[in-house]
């Protein structure tokens, strides 16, 4: 499946995924380049390295002409024979001049088990109202913030001395092991759509399995 990634900073969940590839362990992928909405993005010199193609398209220039700037992007993955999208911490909202071009076809990472806390901001929210557990989701993207079916997610605790920092550094961790997984059951054919909710060929946990609750704080503390 040919692959474009959408990046705006430094892209350091595309490196992971383009490390798994380059490990072999995305075997269905053909990443065919890089769309950068901003000049100067770490994310350039890290498609450079791996011998990937870029294209930056900077959102200022279109003055808040979001369906310009879409149609702009849509060239571009086009221009790259894209299957597939991977938002890699792209920090724009798509709409409908993309999304109606690649339907289920768009992915995207965020901080978060949605449906909690979509948008910004999402490690403050996190240590502000509390949650004992965190962690980040990979799904399919629609029109609404956030809000398309999940296909993988991790889980971290959230420590009593944890601030938006702390937390925001062992998330990312857990972005960097569960994105390239999910580009690789996408992109193998092992991830359907029923409705909103995605499903996995060939797995299911067992009772067993379903048993083994994260339980933070531990109950013997």
């Known amino acids: 499946m040919k692959v474009a ?23 269905g992928a053909e990443f065919r380049g890089l769309i950068c909405d901003e000049e100067g993005a770490g994310a350039l010199e890290t498609a450079a390295a791996f011998g990937l193609p870029s294209v930056t398209v900077p959102f200022r220039d279109f003055k808040g002409d979001r369906p310009a700037f879409e149609g702009r992007v849509l060239e571009a993955l086009r221009g790259f024979g894209t299957e597939l999208v991977v938002l890699a911490g792209f920090q724009r909202v ?3 001049t993309v999304l109606g071009a690649y339907p289920g076809k768009v992915m995207n990472i965020h901080p978060a088990l949605l449906p909690s806390f979509p948008g910004h901001q999402v490690w403050a929210k ?15 993207v ?11 997610q991790g889980a971290v605790p959230v ?17 960097h ?6 580009v690789d059951w996408v992109t193998s054919g092992r991830v359907t759509l029923e ?9 299911g946990p067992s009772e067993a399995q379903a048993e083994a609750v994260l339980i933070w704080p531990p109950l013997t503390a």
Do not use: Q, W
């Not at 629609?142 to 993988?152: A, K, M, R």
């Open 142 to 152: 629609d029109e609404g913030v956030d809000s398309g079916p999940i296909i993988l």
């Open 159 to 175: 420590l009593e001395t944890d601030g938006p920092d702390e937390l925001s550094a062992r998330i990312l961790a857990v972005e």
């Open 94 to 96: 798509l709409g409908k």
């Open 195 to 203: 409705g909103r909710v995605s499903r996995l060929k060939g797995f």
């Open 5 to 27: 990634c959408m990046c705006s900073g430094r892209g350091s969940n595309m490196k992971s995924i383009l490390e798994a590839k380059a490990a072999g362990r995305i075997p």
């Open 177 to 182: 092991r569960i994105f390239p997984v999910a």
């Open 126 to 140: 996190e240590t502000g109202y509390g949650v004992k557990i965190a962690g980040a989701t990979v799904h399919f």
